[in-house]
């Protein structure tokens, strides 16, 4: 028999998973996903060193839930390891509102709390507890725990956790909660591990994926994030918009007279990236495009992280180290190559070389700010967390 940990991330049209070796220092097994949950569903499975052990399409009636999915992957993960035993679920969970500063074990009581704060995130909560009660039908006697992208940023001081609206709200929970933070508690684990000198020091990630955000991070606790009370603020992403003026917002309402859902559905599908290009929310895409607005979508992505790196340095007082991850912050170095010019004036100078084959430190000899580009893991600190909650 293998002991095993399984983390899952539920989303309104995907479960992932993981399945992490519990004795052998949490050795990734495999990894996949259900994606297309509702349309063309397909499953996809992945070995640690990347090779597809499982992809196919998937019928209507094995994917018309998350329970489904879960059902699907876990008869597929029996086939591929058949001696494995879950010995513990751990659960992505994207809101832990004003009170989960860490992970938590999911009773009944706590899964009440988390879903009250259904209407803080009402694209994501929903999927995330529903993937929460699937794995719990599914291994009744298991323990499941639940990680929080809101948690890690509870340390922000109060100037940077809240709105300058009436004070009340601020009480009723309208804050800054800051996202991502599974994946900056990652990468503030790894500085320590591979140049603990900077786990001490003033250090910004900028986590650059699909969704995109920025980070502070002093101490290894965050101090400050580019997003807020919702996924929206911030950066621009590949379909959100990030920073926007409310009053659009109003304009869009009382002038063009758009409903809320309307809004909605273009502040997080149709904005960012996406929308100033008109083309794409894929920086691969993008890149190789030859239109005008793909390059202009890219010059406005490339200064807002420009200007947050100098917001940033300004919260902490200074700057020893940005460490770049997500997809296009692993991966895109001609933008890395943008972010980073003519940005001697902050202590980053970029090493060309180093950059263009995405090597673990990619700054010059002489920067007195040290670049990094790190992988980040979300799913290991997952199991991590369950690791430490359940032994
Ligand atoms: P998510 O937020 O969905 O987890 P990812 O972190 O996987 O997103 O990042 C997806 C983004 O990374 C996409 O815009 C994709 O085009 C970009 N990306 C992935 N690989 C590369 C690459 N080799 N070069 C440039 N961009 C890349």
Not at 218 to 239: K, N, Q, W
Not at 253 to 263: F, H
Not at 308 to 322: P, Q, R, T, Y
């Amino acid at each position: 028999m293998k002991n095993v940990i399984l983390t899952l991330n539920a989303g309104s049209s995907s479960v992932k998973f993981a399945l992490f070796d519990a004795d052998a220092n949490l050795a990734l097994e495999f990894k996949g996903q259900v994606d297309g949950i509702g349309s063309d569903a397909r499953l996809k499975i992945k070995r640690a060193d990347g090779t597809v052990v499982v992809e196919r399409d998937l019928d209507e009636a094995s994917t018309c839930s998350p329970s489904d999915a879960l059902n699907t992957i876990l008869s597929e993960v029996h086939a591929l390891a058949p001696d494995a035993e879950v010995q513990a679920v751990g659960h992505r969970i994207v809101h832990g509102g004003i009170h989960f500063e860490g992970p938590v074990l999911l009773d009944d009581a706590c899964v009440q709390t988390l879903s009250e704060l259904t209407p803080f995130a009402p694209l994501h909560q929903p999927h995330n507890l529903a993937g929460v009660a699937a794995a719990q039908a599914a291994f009744p006697t298991v323990p499941q725990v639940g990680c929080f992208d809101t948690a890690f940023h509870r340390s922000h001081p109060w100037v940077n956790d809240t709105f300058a609206l009436p004070r009340e709200l601020y009480d009723k929970g309208v804050r800054r909660f800051g996202f991502h933070g599974l994946s900056y508690e990652y990468i503030s684990m790894k500085l320590d591990e591979i140049a603990p000198h900077y786990q001490d020091g003033n250090v910004v990630v900028a986590h650059l994926g699909n969704g995109a955000s920025m980070c502070a991070i002093r101490d290894g606790h965050s101090v400050g994030s580019t997003m807020g009370f919702s996924a929206l603020d911030g950066l621009p992403m590949g379909t959100r918009c990030g920073q926007l003026d409310p009053g659009v917002v109003l304009y869009l309402m009382d002038q063009m007279k758009m409903s809320a859902s309307e809004i909605e559905n273009m502040l997080y599908r149709e904005s960012g990236l996406k929308g100033l290009s008109g083309i794409s929310n894929d920086m691969r895409e993008l890149l190789t495009s030859s239109d005008s607005h793909a390059a202009q979508a890219l010059d406005y992505f490339v200064v807002r992280i420009r200007r947050e790196i100098g917001a940033m340095a300004a919260i902490l007082g200074g700057l020893d180290a940005v460490v770049f991850t997500g997809g296009i912050g692993e991966n895109a170095f001609q933008i890395r190559e943008r972010i980073c010019d003519d940005m001697d004036w902050i202590g980053m100078e970029l090493e060309e070389t180093r950059n263009r084959q995405n090597a673990e430190i990619i700054s010059s000899d002489r920067s007195r700010v040290r670049l990094f580009v790190l992988p980040t893991n979300e799913e290991l600190m997952i199991a991590r967390h369950v690791v430490g909650m359940v032994g």
